[in-house]
């Protein structure tokens, strides 16, 4: 007998050629053991074992493919990047601690002193401060501009800008990009081209059909839509995944395996969950449209709403997250938020319940005075990620501290 130990062999799923998003997100990325589960198998594992000294020799020097640490390989790592992968449409995905880590290991791994970013002012407020204070330190500039104003992006352009940085819908007003324009502005001047996905998802929005280089997740968002575990991901060619992948296999912000099978299971119900928050939101947000003590109401899903064609064209809905002003100051919107006994006060979304935060004091709490005005990020505003609960008794939460205004 061979003292060579063979390991068991990984069954790949059926062949999803063709297959539509909603079929990706049950089937895409399983592999089966030799055990011919018929689930996502977990791997808590931190290490892996070889046949020989010659197989880990050959494994370490990357002469063999396989697995050998899970800060850097693990199977239901990449089983759940090689699902989100198809979802999106790029060709490979590479898994990380958060979905800041998938920002950071993004700009570390394709940025160097020296190189300048066009980001718009739509954003995170955590990806802020990650662009203003600390790139920054390792002589990145960013430059940040208006989400929907091209002539800004144009002009913020400079023969040094290696990156077009976005959200959309941006966070927390919901405004709207123009992905093919802005990807025809960055390829023109030899820059990548990078969406932050979250809000829509694969089901909602795919970007790199407009020109997208790279989409990036927090998976601990609607990718999980239980609000379970933290996680991200960066998906795009194989050639600038291969330099993302490098930095996270040197610098460690790896996803769990525990999370990632989290994320796989989330994912088998991405495309009936997104329709649902769809739904409510949009009808959430014709309600609040028509409150008495209601300013206005941020949601491209509304007619009202300045890029809704544009949502309509590029996206296949208009998402779960909506915002909106009360007439008054932070006062006012503190009365309504803790007027809710439904509704979750926190500062997560794509959760299957609904929460709510006041952003400037919150998510949005760390920009300064000045950056919270050009982002629109005033004291009255308030933001809602609608869940699954039924949409009435949403409607008559908000109501205990809407009507009490009007009062």
Same mark, same amino acid.
């Given at each position: 007998?061979?003292?060579?130990?063979?390991?068991? !062999?990984?069954? =790949?799923? &059926?062949?999803?050629?063709?297959? +539509?998003?909603?079929?990706? $997100?049950? @089937?895409? %990325?399983?592999?089966?053991?030799?055990?011919?589960?018929?689930?996502? !198998?977990?791997? =808590?594992? &931190?290490?892996?074992?070889?046949? +020989?000294?010659?197989?880990? $020799?050959? @494994?370490? %020097?990357?002469?063999?493919?396989?697995?050998?640490?899970?800060?850097?390989?693990?199977?239901?790592?990449?089983?759940?990047?090689?699902?989100?992968?198809?979802?999106?449409?790029?060709?490979?995905?590479?898994?990380?601690?958060?979905?800041?880590?998938?920002?950071?290991?993004?700009?570390?791994?394709?940025?160097?002193?020296?190189?300048?970013?066009?980001?718009?002012?739509?954003?995170?407020?955590?990806?802020?401060?990650?662009?203003?204070?600390?790139?920054?330190?390792?002589?990145?500039?960013?430059?940040?501009?208006?989400?929907?104003?091209?002539?800004?992006?144009?002009?913020?352009?400079?023969?040094?800008?290696?990156?077009?940085?976005?959200?959309?819908?941006?966070?927390?007003?919901?405004?709207?990009?123009?992905?093919?324009?802005?990807?025809?502005?960055?390829?023109?001047?030899?820059?990548?081209?990078?969406?932050?996905?979250?809000?829509?998802?694969?089901?909602?929005?795919?970007?790199?059909?407009?020109?997208?280089?790279?989409?990036?997740?927090?998976?601990?968002?609607?990718?999980?839509?239980?609000?379970?575990?933290?996680?991200?991901?960066?998906?795009?060619?194989?050639?600038?995944?291969?330099?993302?992948?490098?930095?996270?296999?040197?610098?460690?912000?790896?996803?769990?395996?525990?999370?990632?099978?989290?994320?796989?299971?989330?994912?088998?119900?991405?495309?009936?969950?997104?329709?649902?928050?769809?739904?409510?939101?949009?009808?959430?947000?014709?309600?609040?449209?028509?409150?008495?003590?209601?300013?206005?109401?941020?949601?491209?899903?509304?007619?009202?709403?300045?890029?809704?064609?544009?949502?309509?064209?590029?996206?296949?809905?208009?998402?779960?997250?909506?915002?909106?002003?009360?007439?008054?100051?932070?006062?006012?919107?503190?009365?309504?938020?803790?007027?809710?006994?439904?509704?979750?006060?926190?500062?997560?979304?794509?959760?299957?319940?609904?929460?709510?935060?006041?952003?400037?004091?919150?998510?949005?709490?760390?920009?300064?005075?000045?950056?919270?005005?050009?982002?629109?990020?005033?004291?009255?505003?308030?933001?809602?990620?609608?869940?699954?609960?039924?949409?009435?008794?949403?409607?008559?939460?908000?109501?205990?501290?809407?009507?009490?205004?009007?009062?």
């Amino acid at each position: 007998m061979s003292k060579i130990r063979e390991e068991h !062999a990984l069954i =790949p799923e &059926s062949d999803l050629e063709g297959v +539509s998003v909603d079929t990706l $997100a049950v @089937r895409a %990325g399983q592999i089966r053991t030799a055990q011919l589960e018929h689930s996502d !198998a977990i791997f =808590p594992t &931190s290490s892996f074992v070889y046949g +020989s000294a010659a197989q880990a $020799a050959a @494994r370490f %020097g990357g002469e063999e493919p396989g697995n050998i640490y899970s800060r850097f390989t693990n199977p239901t790592v990449q089983a759940f990047e090689a699902r989100i992968a198809a979802m999106e449409g790029g060709e490979r995905a590479v898994g990380t601690a958060s979905g800041m880590a998938a920002i950071l290991s993004t700009c570390m791994a394709l940025l160097q002193s020296g190189d300048h970013v066009v980001c718009s002012r739509g954003v995170f407020g955590t990806t802020n401060v990650l662009f203003q204070k600390y790139l920054a330190r390792f002589g990145v500039e960013t430059t940040f501009v208006s989400l929907t104003d091209m002539d800004a992006w144009r002009a913020a352009v400079r023969p040094e800008t290696r990156m077009l940085f976005l959200e959309t819908p941006s966070n927390p007003l919901c405004e709207v990009a123009d992905l093919q324009a802005l990807a025809d502005l960055a390829h023109a001047n030899d820059a990548l081209f990078v969406v932050d996905n979250c809000f829509c998802t694969p089901i909602l929005q795919r970007p790199f059909e407009y020109g997208a280089d790279i989409v990036i997740h927090s998976a601990t968002k609607y990718l999980d839509g239980q609000g379970r575990c933290i996680g991200g991901v960066v998906i795009g060619s194989n050639a600038l995944m291969e330099e993302v992948y490098g930095f996270m296999r040197s610098a460690g912000p790896s996803l769990s395996p525990f999370n990632a099978w989290v994320f796989l299971k989330g994912l088998e119900t991405l495309p009936i969950r997104m329709r649902a928050h769809c739904a409510s939101a949009l009808e959430l947000a014709q309600w609040l449209e028509q409150h008495p003590a209601v300013e206005r109401v941020f949601y491209a899903g509304l007619t009202s709403h300045p890029q809704h064609a544009l949502a309509g064209k590029q996206q296949k809905g208009y998402g779960g997250v909506l915002s909106f002003r009360v007439k008054g100051e932070r006062a006012e919107a503190w009365q309504v938020i803790d007027a809710t006994q439904i509704i979750s006060i926190t500062g997560n979304l794509g959760d299957t319940r609904t929460t709510v935060t006041h952003p400037a004091t919150t998510t949005h709490g760390r920009l300064s005075p000045e950056d919270k005005a050009e982002a629109g990020i005033t004291e009255n505003l308030i933001r809602v990620s609608v869940g699954l609960e039924d949409i009435d008794d949403l409607k008559a939460d908000l109501a205990r501290g809407l009507d009490a205004l009007t009062r």
